[in-house]
């Protein structure tokens, strides 16, 4: 699969178990996080993340990074593991519940 991907901020650290990645910088300046340290990303740089790689992207840069993502075999969403913290999973849930009794309010209302 080939994607145009876009950062503005930061990605939580996270691995894809099945899929290698390459990742061509277009834009922007930042920093990738490997378990073995840290390196600079610029315009021009060309990143390869092997299958199981624990990695994040930050952006440094008061622009987004734009960058062109090459994956084989293609990405499955559902496998992607992700390392969040407890507590922002926990205020992620309570979000997402509010957002539903928002909505399912609506469905109750008089009109």
């Known amino acids: 699969a080939l994607e145009l991907y ?3 901020g930061e990605e939580w ?5 099945l ?4 990742i061509y910088i277009w834009r922007g300046r930042g920093e990738l996080s490997l378990e073995t340290g840290e ?3 610029g315009p ?3 990143l390869q993340l092997p299958a199981g790689s624990t990695h994040a992207l930050r952006n440094l840069s ?10 084989w075999p293609p990405v499955v969403d559902s496998l992607i593991v992700e390392f969040i913290p407890e507590e922002v999973l ?3 849930e309570l979000d997402s519940l509010r957002v539903q009794d928002l909505e399912e309010r609506s ?3 008089k009109r």
């Open 6 to 8: 876009q950062l503005r």
């Open 13 to 17: 650290p996270h691995y894809h178990p």
């Open 19 to 22: 899929s290698d990645l390459w």
């Open 39 to 41: 390196s600079e990303y």
């Open 44 to 46: 021009g740089d060309f």
């Open 62 to 71: 008061g622009a987004p990074t734009v960058a062109i993502v090459w994956e």
């Open 90 to 92: 926990q205020q992620m």
């Open 107 to 109: 469905l109750y209302r």
